[in-house]
T-cell receptor
Framework: DAGVIQSPRHEVTEMGQEVTLRCKPI?????LFWYRQTMMRGLELLIY????????DSGMPEDRFSAKMPNASFSTLKIQPSEPRDSAVYFC?????????????FGPGTRLTVT | DAKTTQPNSMESNEEEPVHLPCNHS???????IHWYRQLPSQGPEYVIH???SNVNNRMASLAIAEDRKSSTLILHRATLRDAAVYYC?????????????FGGGTRLMVKP
């Protein structure tokens, strides 16, 4: 398996622009997570899906952020409009919640820079 | 989920064992202890997990105190590639969604 795939790997955009981050989870996994990592706040869970349904979005910072999972093999995280404080590395992770370890597999991340 | 406390950083010599401590004094009976690590410029990766008994796998060993208020991740022979941030996380067994709350972790530096 190729693991969790994220695109783009790097994104540089100007303040006010819309940004869309993409994630393809590992085939067969039924849980998907979006995290954000910054030096100041560390690794934060933004939202979590189970069987394509958003279960907990309490970590989404504000209405400018939205996430969707239209099917089991694809998810997006959208920021509109983007702001410089959104600059961070965004990780997507997936897991199989029925497995023995509940291990989460992380993608390589998308480094977002908003100028 | 209950909180964990880890040292900010630790240093080790290459090819020597490393013991990474984690305190979780408020752990509940349904909390699993998970360890993840994050290598530079990569996403976190699972290392090991346990509930009550000590655990071994190809990457590391996990020693859990009898009262479960602390645990230690043991790398038997550190290599330069083990330099990473190590996170100790508690996950409630009733947390069917497998949500994880990451703290600051311990930054392990390995000297050649």
């Amino acid at each position: 398996d190729a693991g969790v795939i994220q695109s783009p790997r790097h994104e540089v955009t100007e303040m006010g622009q819309e940004v869309t981050l993409r994630c393809k989870p590992i085939s067969g996994h039924n849980s998907l997570f979006w995290y954000r990592q910054t030096m100041m706040r560390g690794l934060e869970l933004l939202i979590y899906f189970n069987n394509n349904v958003p279960i907990d979005d309490s970590g989404m910072p504000e209405d400018r952020f939205s996430a969707k999972m239209p099917n089991a093999s694809f998810s997006t995280l959208k920021i509109q409009p983007s702001e410089p404080r959104d600059s961070a590395v965004y990780f997507c992770a997936s897991s199989f919640s029925g497995g023995p370890t509940y291990e989460q597999y992380f993608g390589p991340g998308t480094r977002l820079t908003v100028t | 989920d209950a909180k964990t406390t880890q040292p900010n950083s630790m240093e080790s010599n290459e090819e020597e064992p490393v013991h990474l401590p984690c305190n979780h004094s408020t752990i509940s009976g349904t909390d699993y202890i998970h360890w993840y690590r994050q290598l530079p410029s990569q996403g976190p990766e699972y290392v090991i997990h346990g509930l009550t008994s000590n655990v071994n796998n190809r990457m590391a060993s996990l020693a859990i105190a009898e009262d479960r208020k602390s645990s230690t991740l043991i790398l038997h022979r550190a290599t330069l590639r083990d330099a990473a941030v190590y996170y100790c996380i508690l996950r409630d067994i009733n947390n069917a969604g497998n949500m994880l709350t990451f703290g600051g972790g311990t930054r392990l530096m390995v000297k050649p």
